[in-house]
């Protein structure tokens, strides 16, 4: 083609972009109103980091978040092109059951500082949100590294000193695991002798707790790949319990947060976790005389330990945002799980026909310093109750703070909790 030819269609292809001048003044117009009506639009939305808000029973049931400086800069991008599993967003719905009113709120925060400039530097294409704990090879490759995916996420914190029961609760999760352990006591090397410690991930860092490491390392982008993540401590009696049917039952009933029940015989602090022998699995129980201001609430329903949870992905990405980065026993999570999965009393429960042993070993207890004629564990336990204390005020002062920004009295919401 000749160069006359193309320059004169190219002012071809401009001519006709021309409009008439009516027509350009109505488009002039259109954007005009678009943009007031956007800015308003926008006004009426506070930039709350919460994507959904059930008020029922005075709870907020997610706390999902979606670009928040305040964690850490651990944040999501939104990006049109990205996966429908990354950037689910709710309608806004509003139900009246039993009386009380839910609402759902669609509040969608467009990123902090950092995601902006990752957009404008980056091209969509590039971005990679979510990694793995996949082991890949050195050589070869890269779309030949794996022959299988695992499907599920397993942890435990363990110390050496309880070598022979991790190795036998990790002989009962299947090669659908990754088997990642969090070492508090610095010997991560020790292990070798087992054969599937060679394939497991080790994490080391003394005298820290699981949910320390949870915080850290098991971010939501992190474990996106795994169906459901069990984050175990390391004195359970599995000799009941195989993974591969816990979670049959937990898919078969419609499970998100769950745990094996808890062998009846031994010290138990709640009945909730109490295993039950005619069932597959419970969600409700019966507690000591005003233990439950409502019977579809912790500890009555919705409730179970943070000795042996297991997540769904999606329930996990709102619990890590609820846990606090300074408060490292998890103490009070127990508790507040609830708001994390709606209807909570249905989707939290406990597994009966997989159990466990509690074995009640106060291994990382011991990792404590003596204070003042205190022995190790004393210390460790008052920090416990400190921290639950602690967290306790957080979660009420958060949802204050968000009922007031939604113009909502929180005096009518906060006088159940």
Same mark, same amino acid.
């Given at each position: 083609?000749?160069?006359?030819?193309?320059?004169?269609?190219?002012?071809?292809?401009?001519?006709?972009?021309?409009?008439?001048?009516?027509?350009?003044?109505?488009?002039?117009?259109?954007?005009?109103?678009?943009?007031?009506?956007?800015?308003?639009? %926008?006004?009426?939305?506070?930039?709350?980091?919460?994507?959904?808000?059930?008020?029922?029973?005075?709870?907020?049931?997610?706390?999902?978040?979606?670009?928040?400086?305040?964690? %850490?800069?651990?944040?999501?991008?939104?990006?049109?092109?990205?996966?429908?599993?990354?950037?689910?967003?709710?309608?806004?719905?509003?139900?009246?059951?039993?009386?009380?009113?839910?609402?759902?709120?669609?509040?969608?925060?467009?990123?902090?500082?950092?995601?902006?400039?990752?957009?404008?530097?980056?091209?969509?294409?590039?971005?990679?949100?979510?990694?793995?704990?996949?082991?890949?090879?050195?050589?070869?490759?890269?779309?030949?590294?794996?022959?299988?995916?695992?499907?599920?996420?397993?942890?435990?914190?363990?110390?050496?000193?309880?070598?022979?029961?991790?190795?036998?609760?990790?002989?009962?999760?299947?090669?659908?695991?990754?088997?990642?352990?969090?070492?508090?006591?610095?010997?991560?090397?020790?292990?070798?002798?087992?054969?599937?410690?060679?394939?497991?991930?080790?994490?080391?860092?003394?005298?820290?707790?699981?949910?320390?490491?949870?915080?850290?390392?098991?971010h939501p982008d992190i474990?996106?790949?795994?169906?459901?993540?069990?984050?175990?401590?390391?004195?359970?009696?599995?000799?009941?319990?195989?993974?591969?049917?816990?979670?049959?039952?937990?898919?078969?009933?419609?499970?998100?947060?769950?745990?094996?029940?808890?062998?009846?015989n031994r010290g138990l602090?709640?009945?909730?976790?109490?295993?039950?022998?005619?069932?597959?699995?419970?969600?409700?129980?019966?507690?000591?005389? %005003?233990?439950?201001?409502?019977?579809?609430?912790?500890?009555?329903?919705?409730?179970?330990?943070?000795?042996?949870?297991?997540?769904?992905?999606?329930?996990?990405?709102?619990?890590?945002?609820?846990?606090?980065?300074?408060?490292?026993?998890?103490?009070g999570l127990d508790f507040?799980?609830?708001?994390?999965?709606?209807?909570?009393?249905?989707?939290?429960?406990?597994?009966?026909?997989?159990?466990?042993?509690?074995?009640?070993?106060?291994?990382?207890?011991?990792?404590?310093?003596?204070?003042?004629?205190?022995?190790?564990?004393?210390?460790?336990?008052?920090?416990?109750?400190?921290?639950?204390?602690?967290?306790?005020?957080?979660?009420?002062?958060?949802?204050?703070?968000?009922?007031?920004?939604?113009?909502?009295?929180?005096?009518?919401?906060?006088?159940?909790?």
């Amino acid at each position: 083609m000749e160069p006359e030819t193309v320059h004169r269609r190219g002012i071809l292809g401009c001519s006709a972009m021309v409009k008439k001048p009516n027509e350009t003044m109505r488009i002039i117009i259109t954007i005009f109103v678009g943009i007031i009506f956007g800015f308003f639009i %926008g006004k009426s939305f506070p930039a709350l980091p919460l994507l959904k808000l059930n008020i029922s029973s005075a709870l907020i049931h997610d706390f999902s978040i979606i670009g928040n400086k305040s964690t %850490g800069g651990s944040t999501q991008s939104i990006d049109a092109s990205s996966s429908s599993k990354n950037n689910r967003i709710n309608s806004t719905e509003n139900q009246n059951v039993n009386g009380s009113s839910k609402v759902y709120a669609c509040v969608i925060i467009f990123g902090s500082h950092q995601i902006q400039k990752v957009q404008r530097r980056l091209p969509s294409g590039i971005v990679a949100s979510e990694s793995d704990f996949y082991l890949r090879r050195l050589w070869g490759k890269p779309s030949e590294d794996l022959t299988s995916k695992p499907k599920y996420l397993v942890t435990f914190t363990v110390g050496y000193d309880q070598m022979n029961n991790i190795d036998a609760a990790v002989k009962k999760f299947s090669e659908n695991f990754t088997v990642l352990l969090f070492h508090y006591d610095g010997r991560a090397s020790e292990w070798d002798e087992f054969e599937w410690s060679k394939r497991a991930i080790h994490v080391s860092a003394k005298k820290q707790t699981k949910w320390w490491y949870a915080k850290r390392f098991l971010h939501p982008d992190i474990v996106a790949p795994y169906d459901f993540v069990f984050i175990w401590d390391e004195d359970l009696g599995v000799e009941h319990f195989d993974a591969e049917e816990f979670i049959k039952l937990m898919r078969k009933h419609g499970l998100e947060i769950s745990q094996p029940g808890l062998e009846p015989n031994r010290g138990l602090t709640w009945q909730m976790t109490k295993r039950r022998g005619d069932r597959e699995v419970h969600k409700q129980t019966e507690e000591k005389p %005003g233990w439950c201001s409502d019977p579809r609430l912790p500890p009555c329903a919705a409730f179970v330990e943070i000795m042996a949870p297991v997540f769904s992905r999606e329930a996990w990405r709102c619990v890590w945002h609820m846990i606090q980065n300074d408060l490292v026993h998890g103490w009070g999570l127990d508790f507040a799980l609830q708001k994390c999965v709606e209807p909570a009393h249905e989707k939290i429960g406990v597994v009966d026909a997989q159990w466990v042993v509690h074995q009640s070993v106060p291994s990382l207890g011991n990792q404590g310093q003596a204070e003042n004629g205190k022995p190790p564990w004393q210390g460790v336990r008052e920090r416990c109750r400190r921290e639950w204390k602690m967290f306790q005020t957080r979660m009420a002062d958060a949802e204050k703070s968000y009922y007031k920004a939604m113009g909502i009295d929180p005096s009518k919401f906060t006088a159940h909790h």
